[in-house]
């Protein structure tokens, strides 16, 4: 199984931003973000979408790579 809220905080630290910074990014308020980032709130397709287009990585590299 996925775990989510590892990965989107290991890609988050790749990249450099704080949470509020990625919040932005991806056009949610940071407190659904932080949602998401702990586990408590599901990604969409969309925003899974939209995460790979900012870090240059497909969403099976991002979130079905091997941990």
Do not use: C, H, W
């Amino acid at each position: 199984m996925i775990d989510v809220k590892v990965t989107l905080r290991k890609l988050r630290i790749e990249l450099d931003v704080t949470q509020k910074e990625f919040a932005k990014l991806i056009n949610l308020p940071v407190s659904t973000y932080r949602k998401k980032e702990n586990g408590e709130s599901k990604l969409s397709l969309e925003e899974a979408l939209l995460i790979s287009k900012i870090a240059n990585k497909s969403v099976d590299e991002i979130f079905l790579a091997s941990k």
